[in-house]
């Protein structure tokens, strides 16, 4: 995913055809941060947005390098120079309301997306329940244990609805298997570095006592899975999964190591940018094809406050399937 890095520098517009330049809606995003994949996926899906494409809209991605404060500034620049609508995923749930406020009291319609914020003023969510998922992923490690042993559970930020919302998922899960126990819990940010440093400290704090590993994204279950072999440990013994179904975890699930499901960031990017589109301009009609491929998500004339991408599960039958599909973003 290298080349979404490079074609995705902060700051930098998307443009189209200069003779349209005083047609174009201005639109920015500004996300948590572009280190990983998955976000990655999120701002390509954007570039690859029909609007984008055919010159109505010129978007700006804003790396918001996962500082709630640095997005904060972002939303200053883009109510100063006076864009047309805002896309947020926000990296603090609570931090991120004042500037929404901002931008909404400028007359700017902000629209979240993949992360939550505790705003009423937004003009809508387009990203998946985190709930489900924590629960999901839970819930295959503790089949794959048959409900009994210990877990150990890597976290998102703290403070991030993700961190939130799947950790309430992990839980609900776990009520319904108390002999497992939870030897440990702690925030791996997202990071697969970062995990794998916990992961490496766990195994030698709980020597043969760990058998099941909750990654709260696909990053830091591979970075535990790399801890787990960089020890001489058999990944397949143990339980592990994580959320995202980003490439390397496709692949990790084909060779039996961990189980993942797939969070369609293509889907919640271009849902994300048909919406701020339609808020901007009334007349609009959704041009992704997400929502003929997603009928259960309905358009509802772009005027619901929630909308909810389903999750895929990753499994060894579909993931060539979605390899081949990860290989045309």
Sequence with gaps: MKKYLLALAVGTALCASPSMAQEKLKIGATVYGLNAEFMQIWTSALQQHPAVQNGEVEVTIFDGRYDALVQQEQFNTMITQQYDAILFVPMDVEAGAAPVQAAVDAGIPVVGSNARVNSEVLTAYVGSNDVEAGELEAKAVLDKMGCTGNVVIIEGPIGQSGQIQRLEGNMKALEACPDVQVLEQQTGNWSRAEAQTLMENWL??????????????????????????????????????????????????????????????????????????????????????????????????????????????????????????????
């Design 204 to 329: 030698t704090a709980h020597p043969d006592q760990i058998n099941g590993v909750i990654g709260q994204n696909d990053e830091m279950a591979l970075g535990a899975i790399e801890a787990i072999k960089a020890a001489g440990l058999d990944v397949k013994s143990f339980a592990i999964a994580g959320i995202d179904g980003v490439t390397d975890a496709i692949n990790a699930v084909k060779a039996g190591e961990m189980a993942s499901i797939l969070q369609d960031a293509n889907a919640q990017a271009q849902g994300a940018l048909d919406i701020a589109i339609k808020a901007v301009r009334p007349d609009y009609e959704p041009q992704s094809e997400i929502w003929q491929q997603y009928p259960d998500m309905e358009w509802q004339d772009g005027g619901a406050k929630d909308y909810l991408v389903p999750w895929t599960p990753v499994t060894t039958e579909n993931a060539d399937q979605l390899l081949e599909a990860r290989s045309k973003l």
